[in-house]
């Protein structure tokens, strides 16, 4: 399986750590913005080429798929033209920043009936993992989902706190996660509310944001999300349930009582990210539709599209 990494930030070599670890995967084409930074990672990880054009790597005949690490509001046009050129590909979290344009991915899919995938990597870590495997087995059923998304970003930095190009979103981007999330653990959402704090004056976007949702089965979820919060860092997911209460960070998970619970055995990783590549590269390998396809996250994209027009509406 040949691969082409397009975004050498600070996700990007996230995804090519966990390639590394797959059998039979090599790394042939790394594309970012800045041809230095595409050479240096290349030469890091072994690719043969490296470049600052899309095109470049869709055009050659060595790459299978690829894994789209770009900003925001280039995913859903790179992920069709992915697809056009005849490549598998992993888009990372948001597949896109409207409706519109994930609908358009997903006709691009079905057209195609390539493999196109979204980071929705909430749905691999093993913590959540755990969770889903309880609620399958009719073990747990959720109550309460309380969901806290916290980072301090006043000034537009990444993950690495180094200067962004473009500006990240609380809906469209870290929403994203929890929206999918609840859905995957407890059922369709069938009612949706979001409020916003002020507008930043040189970002323009909200800085802090609240969302309630229902699902069909009744189970609700608060999320609240913040780039203004001075304190620890991340996604914090407390699950409270009609048979225990769960607090999962990431890919570690504790009862309510803070009592570590061991989630080790759950996959054949404790790395999300790698998981989340595994199954990108089995699907395409094994032609099936894999968990967290266009498809199955579309609906997520519905419940942001419907927040969003419920914010413009004041």
Known sequence: ?????????????????????????????????????AAAVAA???ARHSGTDLGEALARPDVDAVILCTPTQMHAAQAI????????????????????DAQAVVA????????????????????HQ???NRIRAGEFAIQQMDVQT???????????????????????HHAAHTVDLFAYQAGKIVKANAIEGPIHPELGIAMDMSIQLKSEAGAICTLSLSFNNDGPLGTFFRYIGDSATYIARYDDLVNGREEPIDVSHVDVSMNGIELQDREFIAAIREGREPNSSVGKVLDCYRVLGELEQQLAAG
Not at 11 to 16: A, R
Not at 151 to 171: C, M, Q, V, Y
Request: include cysteine.
């Open 1 to 37: 399986m040949r691969i082409a990494l397009v975004g050498a930030g600070a996700f990007g070599e996230k995804h090519l750590d966990g390639l590394k670890t797959i059998d039979g995967v090599e790394i042939v084409s790394v594309i970012s913005r800045q041809a230095g930074q």
């Open 44 to 46: 890091k990880y072994g």
């Open 81 to 100: 033209a992915c697809m056009e050129a005849g490549k598998h590909v992993q888009v990372e979290i948001p597949l896109a920043d409207s409706w519109a």
């Open 108 to 127: 691009k899919q079905q057209e195609t009936g390539l493999v196109c995938m979204v980071g929705h990597t909430r749905r691999f870590n093993p913590s």
């Open 130 to 132: 755990y969770v889903h």
């Open 150 to 172: 916290y980072f301090f970003r006043r000034r537009n930095i990444n993950a690495k706190g180094e200067p962004r190009s473009w500006t990240d979103h609380l809906l469209w």
